[in-house]
RNA sequence: GGGGCCGUAGCUCAGUGGUUAGAGCAGGGGACUCAUAAUCCCUGGGUCGUGGGUUCGAUCCCCACCGGCCCUACCA
């Protein structure tokens, strides 16, 4: 059996969850729901980072301690995911024993394999920032975002040696041309690694919220270094329960472009490091944007759209969540940047929900409870629907595949085209009931239920109320794809009603 | 400052070293009336950011520039 095992990036616990989270999130959910239905062995992981210095002046702030404040934060995402329908395996955050466990033996071993080092660090240290710059990322001295003069700081700390992985991260990429997906993506790491690598401070003293080094108990590791090892945490690694083997590196991690460095990069080496093969793939995706602008908190301080305007909860009330996964999946292809409006939610939900998919069913169960007495007759073996089905099939499984939920979706959307293209030549509507009218509806039926299969990991609710819609015992994702996407297959034992509509026409709000 | 990405029809986006560059939406015309004033058919049309270069031929390769953006060691 196939495995598949995805995550996205833990999300740092000092931010609301919001509708860039709910993108990265929704695009792995659609993706592990996709393999679950083709019979992959599939594990999901999402979670959050709550180390580091931000999280512990967040918590002082509210009078709390770091974990009690951590505590609340974390359940933000959780509640997050409930509401978008994210059925993630595992949920992991980094201030669990689980997690200190496996950090301290990975990096035990890389200390161990002799890639860690004790040097003094000395930065540029921005004190409205608190944060290090080196010469070159600062304005000649000078803060970039503040502008003032940096003081230079002295810590000691432990260094990672990356510089030594400059060749073999070369020779993996060279050996493993899908290790980052898309290949602009890909490109952009490999040039990086090409202009040269430095090692890399992982320890501060000045903290305390961390993971304790542990041969070294006065540091603890820098935020990226733990959090990155959280997809090794998840499958036992160094532990008892220990199954990387199962899920190890046969796995995919859904990355936004901003953290490719520390995915492409440094992970890969640090995998080395510690003796053991890097992750097989990175699916780098771009970045949402609100009206051509980044969504970022610096716009929210400049008086912009602000995240709170956003939050995916705001969203799945107005629209309901599979409408809000649907136009997530489908409105930007996987890897590239793409625009967030209202107004192309609402165009999607319109369009390609109400008119097309909603309306669809809507004309069909009509039809058939009128009349064929509610009963779904069976489909023609040789109806023409059926080449626009199976194109559909193929297309939809080969996007999916290759991680292009927007491509798979608008497969399947030709499909729905295809089946009302075919109710206005056929016209069941001015046929008397009998045979004819009976091989239309059910072939209509058919074309009905392989949507509802092949849209069911972008919009699970949806397709589950489908496929009760016309009939059906069960779910879409009950049966393997590979068994109940094909022509022919459909079987209506309970009886058809029409309902409400799927999805209520919006109208368009004045502003 | 350094590294990188992007710039394609009104809008949102695909796409390719080679005959007339695509989709959806919006717009225009027609058909139909089962359906959520939905659907179906036809249709407009864009110097593929600008200027060079390589090539028999470039929107796609190279260089420069303009514009937008990302990374530069905490932001999907």
Redesign the pocket.
């Known amino acids: 059996m196939a495995r598949f095992y995805i995550t996205?990036?833990i999300?740092?616990v000092?931010?609301a969850p919001h509708?860039?989270?709910a993108?990265?999130t929704v695009n792995a959910d659609a993706l592990a729901r996709w393999h679950r239905l083709i019979g992959d062995d599939t594990k999901f992981l999402t979670g959050t980072?709550e180390h580091?210095q931000?999280v512990a002046d967040a918590a002082a702030h509210n009078s709390m301690s770091p974990r009690e404040w951590t505590d609340v934060t974390s359940q933000r995402f959780r509640e997050a995911w409930a509401a978008l329908d994210i059925r993630y395996d595992d949920f992991i955050r980094t201030t669990e024993p689980r997690h200190y466990e496996t950090v301290q033996k990975f990096l035990t071993a890389v200390h161990d394999n002799g890639y860690i080092y004790k040097d003094t660090y000395q930065g540029l240290y921005c004190v409205s920032?608190?944060?290090?710059?080196?010469l070159?990322?600062s304005?000649?001295g000078r803060c970039?975002i503040h502008g003032r003069v940096l003081t230079e700081m002295r810590e000691e700390n432990w260094f990672f040696r990356?510089s030594a992985f400059e060749d073999r991260l070369l020779a993996l990429y060279e050996t493993h041309p899908q290790f980052v997906t898309p290949e602009?993506k890909r490109?952009?790491a490999l040039?990086?690694i090409k202009?040269g690598?430095?090692d890399?401070?992982i320890t501060r003293t000045s903290i305390s919220w961390g993971v304790p080094v542990p041969w070294d108990p006065d540091h603890v590791f820098?935020?990226?270094y733990d959090a990155l090892i959280n997809y090794l945490t998840a499958v036992g690694y160094g532990r008892e329960d220990d199954e990387t083997s199962t899920w190890w590196p046969h796995s995919h991690h859904?990355?936004?472009?901003?953290?490719?460095?520390?995915h492409c990069v440094?992970w890969p080496a640090m995998c080395m490091a510690a003796g053991l093969e890097p992750v097989s793939h990175v699916q780098v995706?771009g970045?949402?944007?609100v009206g051509?602008?980044?969504?970022?908190?610096?716009m929210a301080a400049e008086g912009g759209v602000k995240l709170t305007d956003i939050a995916p909860v705001m969203l799945t009330d107005e629209f309901g969540v599979d409408a809000v996964r649907y136009y997530l999946l489908r409105?930007?292809?996987l890897?590239?940047?793409?625009?967030f409006?209202h107004?192309?939610i609402t165009?999607r939900y319109?369009?390609?929900?109400?008119?097309?998919?909603?309306?669809?069913?809507?004309?069909?169960t009509?039809?058939v409870a009128s009349k064929c007495d509610g009963r779904g007759p069976a489909p023609e073996v040789d109806s023409e629907l059926r080449d626009a089905a199976q194109t559909a099939i193929i297309d939809t499984a080969l996007a999916w595949n290759r991680f292009a939920p927007?491509?798979a979706l608008?497969a399947t959307w030709g499909l729905i085209?295809a089946t009302?293209?075919y109710?206005?030549?056929r016209?069941?509507?001015?046929m008397s009931p009998g045979e004819e009218l009976d091989a239309v509806m059910g072939n209509a039926l058919e074309a009905i239920r392989l949507v509802a299969i092949l849209a069911s990991p972008a919009m699970p609710a949806v397709s589950a109320n489908i496929w009760w819609r016309i009939g059906l015992e069960g779910t879409p994702s009950d049966e393997e794809f590979a068994q109940s996407a094909t022509w022919g297959r459909y079987r209506g034992a309970g009886l058809i009603e029409?309902g409400q509509?799927?999805?209520?026409?919006i109208k368009a709000v004045v502003e």
């Open positions: 996205t990036p999300y740092y000092n931010d509708v860039g989270h993108y990265s980072d580091g931000k920032c608190e944060d290090y710059y080196t070159e990322s304005d000649e970039p990356l602009t490109n952009e040039a990086f202009g690598l430095r890399i401070s820098y935020v990226w859904l990355i936004g472009k901003e953290i490719l460095r520390f440094w995706h970045w949402l944007l051509g602008q980044k969504l970022s908190k610096t409105e930007t292809s890897g590239n940047d793409g625009d409006s107004e192309g165009a319109n369009t390609d929900l109400a008119n097309n998919l909603g309306n669809l069913v809507a004309r069909v009509t039809i927007s491509f608008e085209g009302n293209a109710l206005e030549r016209a069941p509507w001015k029409k509509p799927l999805f209520p026409r």
